[in-house]
């Protein structure tokens, strides 16, 4: 099994140290040609999802990811990642991949709890504890989206089909149930293509 990483900016490397340890391997996505190699499952970090995007549209990345999103790939967002997942983002008129139908508020926590952290339920993994960086939320969701955490009664973890998205940084806690859970995501997929 290989995982793609985008890494183009922000958490990324957190990422990979917490997927190889579980044993995958992982490919770093730097650039289009990154792209030509085969992976199956994909990870989004959490960072600026401005600059994030600006960045996959300028590198002529942006399509061929949204593609293969579409197709079912497996993917893990975390923070900025989610954002880019998002039908609709607040105030803004730009949104990225478009594959899950939620509306996001960045930044959505004020300036005083820009991070924290807490333990909260998530459905299907248990107690996890979660790191909270200048952060969104999620405001609304569609019909086909499973709300798996709310912290303060706002959505925080979803999952939609092939994608999983997380407004907390499951990457940066001692805690590997979430990238383990993203890797069983990624092993059924295989069994039932
Ligand atoms: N505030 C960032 C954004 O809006 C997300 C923060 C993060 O990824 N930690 O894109």
Do not use: W
């Not at 490397?13 to 792209?35: A, F, N, Q, T, Y």
């Not at 499952?41 to 959490?46: D, N, R, S």
């Not at 383990?180 to 990624?186: A, E, H, L, N, R």
């Amino acid at each position: 099994m290989k995982v793609a990483v985008l890494a183009l900016q922000g958490a990324f490397i957190e990422h990979i140290h917490k997927l190889e340890s579980l044993g995958v391997e992982c490919l770093e996505l730097r650039k289009k040609e990154d792209l030509d190699q085969q992976f199956n499952g994909l990870v989004l970090p959490g960072g600026e999802s401005t600059v994030q995007g600006k960045l996959l549209k300028e590198l002529d990345m942006f399509d061929i990811l949204k593609e293969k999103i579409e197709h079912g790939l497996p993917v893990l967002a975390t923070c900025a990642g989610l954002i880019l997942l998002a039908k609709e983002i607040e105030n803004q008129a730009e949104n990225y991949f478009n594959s899950i139908d939620m509306v996001v508020k960045r930044n959505a926590y004020g300036r005083q709890l820009g991070s924290f952290r807490t333990i909260e339920e998530m459905k299907h993994i248990g107690q996890v504890p979660m790191t909270f960086i200048r952060a969104p939320y999620i405001d609304q969701v569609g019909d086909d989206v499973e709300v798996l955490a709310t912290v303060d009664q706002k959505i925080i973890a979803v999952k939609s089909k092939n994608q999983l998205a997380l407004a907390f940084h499951p990457e940066l806690d001692d805690d590997l149930r979430i990238h383990q859970y993203f890797i069983d995501m990624i092993e059924k997929r295989n069994v039932h293509k």
